[in-house]
């Protein structure tokens, strides 16, 4: 099946048959030996759930369906469709009362992380929740490092408009590590990204 973009780029899916059981199930493995981000919050997700600490949710993206075949009368099979729109951050969701909106990257580099992973749509959906009071940040993944860290909103801000004005189109990692709040993988939940959460709440609470 194949999707496209709004700006007409195709999407590609990560179908690494590595990546699956003898059954054809995704394997599911934790602490990033193997795992894509994605999936390490979303497992995080649903220990938060469970346990009743949050609900937290990956948005869904509207598809269009643009062509469809019939191999089987009962059976349908989708071969193109397009995105909608374009998507704004990938979770959101409520803790304690918060309203709770993030974004999560990843990158291969080992010393710093480029601004052309996000977008001037997405930077604008955080700003406009910031304003309504929403805790917002991004979860930034060092796959080569294996390390993870969590940059508030207004860190992020920062850098965008620095690079929009001749600055660094990158953050360095020692930039990151200063403006950051770092997490280590773990089993349940996989990410502990509520604990960062926590402590901005407490930041909210002695101001």
Request: glycine share 4%; with cysteine.
């Amino acid at each position: 099946m194949k999707f496209n973009y709004p700006d007409g780029r195709q999407f590609h899916q990560n179908t690494n048959p590595a990546n699956r059981t003898a059954t054809g199930a995704k394997k599911v493995i934790f602490g990033d030996r193997g795992m894509r981000l994605e999936d390490e919050i979303n497992e995080s997700n649903k220990y938060y759930r469970a346990h009743e600490i949050a609900v937290i949710y990956k948005k869904p993206t509207p598809v269009q369906i643009v062509k469809v075949d019939y191999p089987k009368r009962s059976r349908a099979v989708i071969k193109e469709a397009y995105f909608r729109q374009a998507s704004t951050t990938d979770y959101n969701g409520v803790y304690q009362g918060y309203y709770v909106d993030f974004e999560a990257k990843e990158t291969t580099n080992k010393n710093t992380f480029p601004l052309k992973n996000f977008h001037q749509h997405q930077i604008d959906h955080l700003r406009a929740c910031e304003k309504q009071n929403g805790i917002c940040f991004v979860i930034i993944k060092y796959v080569t490092l294996n390390r993870y860290f969590i940059m508030p909103a207004k860190k992020l801000f920062f850098y965008w408009e620095n690079q929009k004005n001749d600055g660094p189109k990158s953050i360095q990692l020692s930039d990151i590590e200063n403006d950051s709040y770092e997490i280590m993988a773990n089993y349940n939940p996989t990410l502990p990204y509520i604990e960062v959460i926590n402590k901005f709440i407490k930041q909210r609470k002695e101001q």
